[in-house]
């Protein structure tokens, strides 16, 4: 084949997969531009039940647990979560403990971490406890480093009462379906 025929394919080629990729993001941007508008603004009685329901995938669970408490990494869920907890169940800031859970390779970090999460969840520094540092064979350093902030556990002081509604709550939106 000759080499400029080749070539102009090559740029009818890039052309259309340029165009393609195009067309694929600004429809991929429109599903999520509706998926937002279909959520629109929850009533108080839905943010309690997206709370609850949260609280039921994420939330801490184990038969033993002694009080209401929830891990992620996912900022947006965290401050969800505080703000639920404070908004829908009436729990005072002041009574959240916060710890951040972390590898070990990001010892240095916590200090930072720890003031990350107090700022985005505009909480007070001082509720947070010693940081847990996960013991592994290998140190995981994330391709995004300046991104992780480790997980935050989120409980409730004395939230023993709350737990065990909760789990009605959850037997009770489990009996819906």
């Known amino acids: 084949m000759d080499r400029a025929l080749f070539s102009r394919l090559q740029e ?11 067309k694929r993001l600004l429809h991929e941007r429109n599903l999520f531009d509706q998926g937002k508008k279909d ?3 929850l009533t108080s009685r839905e943010q309690f039940l ?3 329901a949260l609280y039921w995938a994420e939330g ?3 038969q033993d647990e002694s009080t209401l408490g929830l891990a992620t990494l996912d900022p947006k869920m965290a401050k969800f979560y505080v703000d639920w907890l404070v908004g829908s169940l009436g ?5 959240l403990l916060f710890t951040v859970t972390a590898n070990e390779a990001y010892k240095e970090k916590i200090g930072e971490m720890e ?3 107090a700022d985005f969840l505009r909480v ?4 947070f406890r010693k940081a847990f540092f996960q013991k592994t064979k290998q140190l995981k350093i994330y391709a995004n480093s300046d991104k992780y ?3 935050i556990r989120i409980r409730v002081r004395k939230g023993l009462d709350i737990l065990r509604r909760m789990r009605g709550w959850m037997a009770g939106l489990a009996e819906t379906i």
């Open 12 to 22: 009818g080629r890039k052309k259309f997969q340029a165009e393609r990729t195009q």
């Open 91 to 95: 729990i005072v800031k002041e009574n």
């Open 60 to 62: 801490f669970k184990h």
């Open 50 to 52: 997206v709370g609850v």
């Open 124 to 127: 007070d520094i001082s509720q």
């Open 149 to 151: 902030h480790g997980v």
């Open 115 to 117: 003031r990350y999460w």
């Open 39 to 41: 959520i629109g603004k």
